[in-house]
Nanobody, 127 residues
Framework: HVQLVESGGGSVQAGGSLTLSCVVSEYTYTTFAMGWFRQAPGEEREGIAAIILGSGVSYHRYALRNRFTISRDISKNTVYLQMNDLESKDTAMYYC?????????????????????WGQGTQVTVS
């Protein structure tokens, strides 16, 4: 059973930075694609970025590409989301997700249906 555990959320002032981490329990996780999503109160969940773990190819939401960066450390079974120059509108619950169908995620990484496993989320509050 694949488990994803996010960490690194918290409260930060506008203009600050945070790095979220997502540890994956599955030893074959290098065959996965991983994504970061977020959901603000009253809003739909939206994709932030995704990365193909084996190749390192990544995708970023266009509007966030200059501030948010996804990366991975295979030796640590961990995917990261570096968030810089945070704004109040970045306040949300942040989730990581893992998908086994890399082809599907490559086609549309923002489609939540392409991800099989989800973490419990970590809250980010920007004031």
């Amino acid at each position: 059973h694949v488990q994803l555990v996010e960490s690194g959320g918290g409260s930060v002032q506008a203009g600050g930075s945070l790095t979220l981490s997502c540890v994956v329990s599955e030893y074959t996780y290098t065959t996965f694609a991983m994504g970061w999503f977020r959901q603000a109160p009253g809003e739909e969940r939206e994709g932030i970025a995704a990365i193909i773990l084996g190749s390192g190819v990544s995708y970023h939401r266009y509007a966030l590409r200059n501030r948010f960066t996804i990366s991975r450390d295979i030796s640590k079974n961990t995917v990261y989301l570096q968030m810089n120059d945070l704004e109040s509108k970045d306040t949300a619950m942040y989730y990581c997700a893992a998908g086994e169908n890399i082809r599907r995620i490559t086609y549309d990484w923002e489609d939540e249906q392409g991800y099989n496993y989800w973490g419990q989320g970590t809250q980010v509050t920007v004031s």
